[in-house]
């Protein structure tokens, strides 16, 4: 936790490493700024500092126009832990609140509301209503600005449930009508299809991510181009596809078509979750530099750890693709999504993105003869598949990844290795190192032998915590030698790996030839 006088040097430096980790709230004022606000520095006496935009507004401070701290990204505090008040936060973005009520959170939670409203209150200073609030009113907002929606149609797809508290709590944290708004952002967008800028800490390396993404994309569900991915979601209140593209300054441009606007909120978190947004790659790099790998972060600036859009997909393919070469693995995604993926209606297609991941207990009732996999494979997929889709396994953005160790570790023939990458990147944990992956190995030797500062290979890993997911990327990227290549997705199509329970195999002829043992 950052002190006060750290806070307040933030402020002083314009500092955006710090935006969305604390907001700063000014007496004299009173409106709460994100710590890069261009406005002249408030005195020291004038100021305090919240956590959350969510309590600096139940305190009665208005959002800056200038800077607008609701457009902030999301501290990356709650990745890196795993507590009940980190696992509700990522749920409360991921729009449970408005689908299941504060008694919906509670029970995903395994507290009741008196309780977990006890525990956010006294850490962050406000209730998970309070914060659920701050949401509802960021995804209007981006309503009013982005589509010709009617203000009771926008009030109750992000939330809201009447116009009066709707246009209230636009007055308390904007100091404005959502009509004033609306004018002020000029023509909206027409129809469904809402665009919204995404904001990161840089440095990103899009280019890297886009490539890591293109060689794992399912045809149907993505799309990944030098610039763009496109992908389907199933999201609460019907399918969704969303595109992410490069925009200008620190922003990544989300453009939205959703079947139903109340599941703005939960599409960008889902959005955000798929590029690593809310990273803070100046604290991985320092950290990583402090533990020996200057030479790896140095050569790979603003690399990121990729989520996923869809946790069930991200499991099954992760087992679907062990001990087979990548083209194979494919070949049974694109048949499986085409078989038994649900199809999109036409007015949300984009590209070749036109059905959605079939969903666990669909994967679960699949015949044998589906598969043309070993029958050990094939009750691996089933075994998961079930406990996905009757509850007892959840892969959700508030699950507990301690209880998800022990859950899938008991399913037969799920390994370390597996573990390790749905944790990674279904599980959104940015501290899991694939030592058992080969490709990983290979670079870890390549780094000793090269005469890098990386000299104590075991102490400088452990000494990555809690970074260790990035670590992982840059090794395989160093092992990859995408340096040496064009940064384009083209790049990434010419090392592609295979995903197994033991390893990670860059591209080779031979490799594309194996097959299961």
Known sequence: MLTTDQCYQAVAGRDRRFDGMFFTAVHSTGIFCRPSCPARTPLRKNVDFYQTAAAAA??????????RPDASPNSPEWDIRADVTARAMRLIHDGLVDRAGISGLASALGYSSRQLGRVLQSELGVGPLAIARSERV????????????TMSEIAFAAGFSSIRQFNDTFRAVYASTPRELRSNAGEPHRGQNITVRLAYRPPLDHAHLFS???????????????????????LAHGPAVLTLTPGAGAFIECHLRLADTRDLGSAVARARRILDLDADPIAVQATLTQAGLSTLIDRYPGIRSPGTGDPVELAIRTILGQQISVSAAQTHLKRLVSDYGQSLPEELRVGGVD???PTAATIAEIPDEHWSLPGRRIGTLQALSARLADGSIDLGPGCDRTEVNHSLLAIPGIGPWSLGYIRMRALGDPDVLLS??????????????????????????DAARPWRSYVTHLLWAHHSQPQALPASTDRARTHRQVDTDTDTIPNSTANQKRRTP
């Open 58 to 67: 139940e305190a009665g401070f208005r959002a800056c126009k200038r800077c």
């Open 138 to 149: 960021r995804t209007a907002r981006t309503l009013v600005e982005s589509t010709t929606l």
């Open 212 to 234: 890591y993404l293109a060689v794992r994309a399912i045809p149907g569900v993505e799309d990944v181009g030098r610039d763009h991915y496109t992908r389907s979601l199933r």
């Open 355 to 357: 059905r959605v991941f």
């Open 436 to 461: 058992s992956d080969l490709g990983v190995k290979k670079a870890i030797a390549e780094l000793k032998g090269s005469g890098t500062d990386m000299a104590d290979g075991a102490q400088s890993l």
